[in-house]
T-cell receptor, first 114, second 109 residues
Framework: EAQVTQNPRYLITVTGKKLTVTCSQN?????MSWYRQDPGLGLRQIYY???????DKGDVPEGYKVSRKEKRNFPLILESPSPNQTSLYFC?????????????FGSGTRLTVV | GEDVEQSLFLSVREGDSSVINCTYT??????LYWYKQEPGAGLQLLTY?????DMKQDQRLTVLLNKKDKHLSLRIADTQTGDSAIYFC?????????FGKGTRLSVIA
């Protein structure tokens, strides 16, 4: 089944403890992206990647890192999480960033930083 | 940067039609999308329209595009309780998708 898989679905952590949220897609998509969703703010893009080894900042990149060493994986790294990073995170992928390909979203990761 | 605006809430009675509106600023938009997010789930592509079209119908869904006014709408006929969700408008021009903040549709039985 074609899908974007995020892990974990739920995570509670303490301030300053490094964590990684994994994202993997099995559709050979070139484009991958991370969003955070907060009440009243909608979806805000954190980082995106046009292809392997190519990553760019989105609208809210501060406090996050990403890597794209292989096509299928696009992990989101929080080196020193803070409470303002408590949010619902989504990974998405698309065949390409432009053109009518639509985005496929993962099921989300709800992160709480205490 | 480019912007997409939607109202945040809409409440309708079961069986009525729902109309969710969206405005965007990117005059180079080529595709416009509607995504649906059910509680506890990710976003799913509902439908899309190409910028050279005025209307697209797909069963209970009708998408209207007024390119001159940069206005997009989604009409859901015979709205059911299962249609309760957040609906996101998104536009794609020369950049990756830009999403609106989402409209929460509540269907009253």
């Amino acid at each position: 089944e074609a899908q974007v898989t995020q892990n974990p679905r739920y995570l509670i952590t303490v301030t300053g403890k490094k964590l990684t949220v994994t994202c993997s897609q099995n559709m050979n998509h070139e484009y991958m992206s991370w969003y955070r969703q907060d009440p009243g703010l909608g979806l805000r893009q954190i980082y995106y990647s046009m292809n392997v080894e190519v990553t760019d900042k989105g609208d809210v990149p501060e406090g996050y890192k990403v890597s794209r060493k292989e096509k299928r994986n696009f992990p989101l790294i929080l080196e020193s999480p803070s409470p303002n990073q408590t949010s619902l995170y989504f990974c998405a992928s698309s065949l390409q960033s432009q053109g009518n390909y639509g985005y496929t979203f993962g099921s989300g990761t709800r992160l709480t930083v205490v | 940067g480019e912007d997409v605006e939607q109202s945040l809430f809409l409440s309708v009675r079961e069986g009525d039609s729902s109309v969710i509106n969206c405005t965007y600023t990117d005059s180079s938009s080529t595709y416009l999308y509607w995504y649906k997010q059910e509680p506890g789930a990710g976003l799913q592509l509902l439908t899309y329209i190409f910028s050279n079209m005025d209307m697209k119908q797909d069963q209970r869904l009708t998408v209207l595009l007024n390119k001159k006014d940069k206005h997009l709408s989604l009409r859901i006929a015979d709205t059911q309780t299962g249609d309760s969700a957040i609906y996101f408008c998104a536009e794609q021009g020369n950049t990756p998708l830009v999403f609106g903040k989402g409209t929460r549709l509540s269907v009253i039985a």
